[in-house]
């Protein structure tokens, strides 16, 4: 077993190191003739602010002519936001933020992110805006108090410094930010919150091509024409960080791990339980890195292990795994904290793994209470209440034929040859203890041998 681990460890630590080298970018293919084009889909999370900056950087470093983010998002972490601004903000060629394709948004941090660019762009039919920063952990009126009114003006501050930077509309910028208003992209270009729409890459291409932007004061020109679109996706080490993070797979890696560990506890040595779990659950811790857990709810969580745990070990009737049970759903609806849907793990999610985790736990209980009070197949005390047949007169002392041998017995009451018996108890000299089951011959033949 020792060496089944080492060879597990060994083998993915090869697997992470070699991931980590694999997924750090190179200089971006082409060089000056192409401009990679980023796809982001999704929540914008700490996963995606290194992808980015780690790709811009290439790009920088290669000398490309300009570096295009392909947005649609509901919004992220500020601090995730803010990195990928500060790239963007930092770097020496043309970032393009286009809103694609029509019906995508970028809402929320997605809006700052977009009037970040050197050149914002939307294609027909998307939307930008609500950029009302949400206080982590807080309800409704939580949003009056001081805390919450410092955010919202530093986000404020924040929005209107970048869209001056950028020469675009600092009032709409602010109302994002206060009002959460929703600009759909036609209205966007009429308030100057954008440079243009383009109804396609080509289009986008083509529109961009002559364009000024400013780099230490200087007016620059961008060309476009001759160039082509280089796509760079996520390694398939970010494409995991990025799975898990979602706090939905997050959460259930958790139960899964909680689920091996808490099997192989109560039946140890099956090993494979145990793995797995471990795994899940170092999984799942990653994942939470991500996200603004609510360290009451990990603890509730873990509340609820050691109880299933206390349940193996002592005689509760239930109610310890009743407590567990309880302290799981409370820590799960609270393990996440945020009013955002990308924020929250999923209410079914949550009442659908405490059911099936209920249902294998009491399943594994009746399994550990049924070995508990199984009856011994072996051994000494495997002998008693056996029954057998005398094959000479018992008066103490005599033979009898059980379970396929013959033994020395002895018995308070005398016993006849052929009568049935039980074994009582198997003395210390390997001789039993027996008395008599019932009157009649059997084994007959048995004695005569």
């Known amino acids: 077993m020792k060496k089944l681990f080492l060879f597990s460890l060994v083998s993915l630590s090869l697997l992470f190191f070699s991931g980590v080298f694999c997924g750090l970018p190179g200089a971006a293919r082409g060089g000056e003739k192409s401009i990679p084009v980023l796809s982001v889909a999704g929540v914008i999370n700490p996963v995606v602010a290194d992808f980015i900056t780690q790709e811009l950087n290439a790009a920088n470093q290669a000398q490309n002519k300009a570096f295009l983010i392909e947005l ?8 995730s936001m803010r990195q990928i601004i500060q790239g963007i903000l930092g770097s020496r ?40 920063p949400v206080q982590i952990g807080g309800g409704a009126g939580d949003k009056d108090s001081t805390m919450m009114q410092k955010v919202v003006k530093d986000a404020v501050a924040y929005a209107r410094s970048i869209a001056q930077q950028r020469g675009r509309n600092v009032e709409w910028a602010e109302s994002i ?19 243009f729409i383009a109804d396609d890459e080509s289009a986008l291409l083509k529109q961009l091509d002559g364009k000024r932007y400013l780099r230490d004061g200087k007016g620059l020109i961008l060309q476009t024409e001759g160039l082509s679109l280089l796509v760079r ?20 890696l958790l139960m899964l791990g909680i689920l091996g560990i808490f099997f192989e506890i109560s039946q140890p040595g099956v090993v494979f339980p145990g793995v797995i779990g471990a795994l899940a659950l ?8 991500t996200l603004p857990v609510n360290y009451v709810g990990v603890l509730l969580i873990l509340l609820a292990i050691v109880l299933f745990i206390l349940e193996v070990k002592i005689v509760s009737y239930g109610m310890l795994s009743v407590g567990g049970l309880v302290a799981m759903t409370m820590g799960s609806l609270i393990l996440v904290e945020g009013s955002e849907p990308y924020l929250q793990i999923s209410r079914g999610v949550i009442f659908s793994t405490v059911t099936v985790t209920a249902g294998f736990l009491l399943l594994v209980l009746y ?15 495997g002998m008693v209440d056996e029954e057998g047949v005398a094959v000479s007169e018992i008066h103490p002392s005599g033979k009898v034929f059980v379970h396929g041998e013959y033994w020395n017995a002895t018995s308070d009451v005398p016993v006849a040859k052929g009568e049935k018996i039980r074994v009582v ?6 001789e039993l203890e027996i008395s008599p089951l019932i009157e009649g011959e059997w084994f007959s033949d048995q004695g005569g041998s």
Do not use: C
């Open 93 to 132: 060629i043309p970032v393009v933020v286009y809103v694609y394709p029509s019906g995508a948004r970028a809402a929320s941090a997605g809006a700052l992110i977009t009037l970040a660019a050197d050149f914002a762009v939307m294609a027909p039919g998307t939307n930008i805006g609500a950029a009302t």
């Open 282 to 289: 170092l999984l799942s811790f990653l994942g939470f890195q």
């Open 425 to 430: 108890r198997v003395k210390k000299n390997m």
């Open 72 to 79: 649609d998002t509901p919004g992220g972490l500020d601090q």
């Open 177 to 195: 930010v206060r009002e959460s208003i929703s600009t759909p992209a036609a209205e966007a270009l009429e308030l100057k919150a954008i440079d």
């Open 233 to 252: 996706e996520m390694s398939w080490r970010q494409k995991i960080l990025y799975t898990i993070s979602h706090p939905n797979i997050a959460y259930m």
């Open 367 to 381: 399994l550990v209470v049924r070995t508990q009070q199984r009856q011994f197949f072996s051994g000494n005390e």
